[in-house]
């Protein structure tokens, strides 16, 4: 069976490169501090609505995992019956 990449560490990793990239964009390239607490806060901004996504999708990922087993779960008791 095929693994799949997606999943928590998939959004993980996703989340961790943008925040490396962005600090690493502020590192070296920067600017006078009112520009630059601006890109802070709309780089935090950004970091909340992905991890409110990622949560979100991550929620709906397990949820159907859930149904799948149950699923699963309720054939085998009825071929055991």
């Not at 943008?18 to 802070?40: D, H, M, S, Y």
């Amino acid at each position: 069976m095929a693994e799949e990449n997606s999943g928590p560490s998939f959004f993980t990793g996703l989340l961790l490169g943008t925040i490396i990239g962005a600090v690493l964009g502020l590192v070296f390239a920067p600017q006078p501090g009112e520009k630059t607490r601006e890109q802070l806060r709309s780089k935090a901004d950004e970091f909340i609505s992905l991890g409110k996504s990622a949560w979100e999708e991550g929620k709906e990922a397990a949820s159907q995992k859930r149904d799948e087993l149950k699923a699963k779960l309720d054939r085998a008791r009825g071929k055991l019956d």
